[in-house]
Structures are given as structure tokens and as C-alpha cells.
């Protein structure tokens, strides 16, 4: 059973670097892909971003520009970067396994959930 | 804006068959079998329920099941138990340049 913990700060200033991190147990990185998804306030999901332990990725256009999805195969574990941040970034942020089988690819396992206000 | 419509809310009582909709287009529920429902108690993380439009994961209880027509999905929930207070959201794999769009969510209520 995949078990997913994130850490990271939730408090960030306009225009300054959101930063979280989600670490994996009972889990390897190797294994699956890993994803970002977030929803604002009282709104539904939106999906940003997953990452390969080799680093290859894909992500949201809309917010392509300014993500950045980092594995770490050493501490089995993968990070968020999002730049330039705005009040419409104010979410709870979520890490999730992207999950393969031989259909399709869903999120089956989530992390905990981190509130990002973006506030001065 | 979410990509793919859902009503903001449904209620019945319970012992009842509740049925939420989930419409998109023909670039993604219309085009794949690769719809997929969560379910996210208030405060929680979301938890799948439904995969490939009619699939339960193991461990899912069998009075949820999901269907599809055309351009627009379904999930239904029979023999409503409080328990089953919760949002849902849909979401579909897109050949639109966002490979994964959701639903904006339907808070289910039980009477």
C-alpha cells in the first residue's frame, strides 16, 4: 500500500516561489509516475503536472511556463516548484501516484493535501 | 471554468439510487472509455472510486457503478448510506492539449 506524505510551505508571498514536496513509502519511485493536482477554494481539481524517476514530465499547459516537477530516486520522493505566484494560486495542493495498467493511468493513491495560501 | 460539467449538487434518502452526471466532449469523455470518479469526504484527500467508466477498484464498495453515453458520463450510487455524504468529481483522460480535465464537483447529500 503506496503512502504518500507532503511537506512544504504554506504561506508564500506574490510573486515568489511555491515550493512542496511528496515523499513515498511502501513505494518505489522507479515504479509508476508521480502528479501534482491542485483545487482552489470551494472548486474542483485541476491537474498540473507528473513526473518519471528520470525526470521526464508532462504538465498542464496552462501552467507550463512556470512549473517544475524534480525527482529525488535517493530520498524516494518528488517536488513542486511553481514561480511567479498569484492569488490564484491559492489552493490545497495535492500529490498522487499516476497509476499504469493496461488500460489506462488513474490516481489511486493521495497525499495528504497542503493548503498554499498566496497572500502578503 | 472546469472542462467538464457536473450539477453543483444531488440529494435522496436514504436506501435510495442517486445518479450524477458528467458531461464533456468529443475530445475526451466522447473519445476514450477513460473516465474516472473520486470521491472526497469534507477535509480529505480524494479517493478513486470508478476507473476506464465502469470499473471499482478493489476494496470499492458495489453500489457504486458507472456507465457512459456519447459525450457524457454517469455514476451511480444505489443503496444511499450516510456515509456516502461526500463530494464527486469526474475526470477523463483529453487528446486536447490538457491530457486530464475534471469536473467541477457534485455535493451529494443524504435526506
Known amino acids: 500500500q503506496v503512502h504518500l506524505q507532503q511537506s512544504g510551505a504554506g504561506l508564500v508571498k506574490p510573486s515568489e516561489t511555491l515550493s512542496l514536496t511528496c515523499t513515498i513509502s511502501?513505494?518505489?519511485?522507479?515504479?509508476?509516475?508521480w502528479t501534482w493536482i491542485r483545487q482552489p477554494p470551494g472548486k474542483g481539481l485541476e491537474w498540473i503536472a507528473y513526473v518519471y524517476y528520470s525526470g521526464s514530465t508532462d504538465s498542464n499547459p496552462s501552467l507550463q511556463s512556470r512549473v517544475t516537477l524534480s525527482p529525488d530516486t535517493s530520498k524516494n520522493q518528488f517536488s513542486l516548484r511553481l514561480t511567479s505566484v498569484t492569488a490564484a494560486d491559492t489552493a490545497v495542493y495535492y500529490c498522487a501516484r499516476r497509476y499504469c495498467g493496461d488500460t489506462s493511468c488513474n490516481f489511486d493513491s493521495w497525499g495528504q493535501g497542503t493548503l498554499v495560501t498566496v497572500s502578503s | 471554468q472546469s472542462a467538464l460539467t457536473q450539477p453543483a449538487s444531488v440529494s435522496g434518502s436514504p436506501g435510495q439510487s442517486i445518479t450524477i452526471s458528467c458531461t464533456g466532449t468529443s475530445s475526451d469523455i466522447g473519445a476514450y472509455n477513460y473516465v474516472s470518479w473520486y470521491q472526497q469526504h469534507p477535509a480529505r484527500a480524494p479517493k478513486l472510486i470508478i476507473y476506464d467508466v465502469s470499473h471499482r477498484p478493489s476494496g470499492v464498495s458495489n453500489r457504486f457503478s458507472g456507465s457512459k453515453s456519447g459525450n457524457t458520463a454517469y455514476l451511480t450510487i444505489s443503496g444511499l448510506q450516510a456515509e456516502d455524504e461526500a463530494d464527486y468529481h469526474c475526470s477523463s483522460y483529453s487528446n486536447s492539449i490538457t491530457r486530464y480535465v475534471f469536473g467541477s464537483g457534485t455535493k451529494v447529500t443524504v435526506l
Open positions: 511502501g513505494g518505489s519511485i522507479r515504479s509508476d509516475s
